[in-house]
């Protein structure tokens, strides 16, 4: 019933700027952890930034600073800013969710990272930097 379509992927020059969208269906921000993933050539998923049902952000360390997590509410769109880009932020991006323990994107008391802990996922959009 939830479904997650990415958009906005693109090829841009190294410095760049590039904003996903990740269009939601059968999603309630305000009860889910909404999550950008991303998984370059040879390498495995890795988690890039979280957002939970109370708003609260996290980001990876490689992207704090540059990327940025948005939501609309009414839309039912979560957004993932991308400025700075450089040719190591090459990869699929792809949009998670999850709803577990009030989407709080909690587990074990720490925030959750690994792609196993959200049951949702889209099927990507490619971005592609340049040096």
């Known amino acids: 019933q939830v479904q997650l379509v990415e958009s906005g992927g693109g090829s841009v020059q190294a410095g760049g700027s590039l904003r996903l969208s990740c269009t939601t269906s059968g999603v309630t921000f305000n009860v889910y952890c909404m999550g950008w993933f991303r998984q370059g050539p040879g390498k495995e998923r890795e988690w890039v930034a979280l957002?939970?049902?109370?708003?609260?952000?996290l980001y990876e360390d490689s992207v704090k600073g540059r990327f940025n997590v948005s939501q609309d509410n009414t839309e039912k769109v979560f957004y993932l800013q991308m400025n700075s880009l450089k040719p190591e932020d090459t990869a699929m991006y792809y949009c998670a969710a999850d709803d577990y323990a009030g989407g709080y994107c909690y587990k074990g008391g720490h925030w959750k990272k690994g792609a196993d802990d959200f049951g949702a996922w889209g099927r990507g959009t490619q971005v592609t930097v340049s040096s």
């Open positions: 957002m939970n049902s109370l708003g609260a952000t």
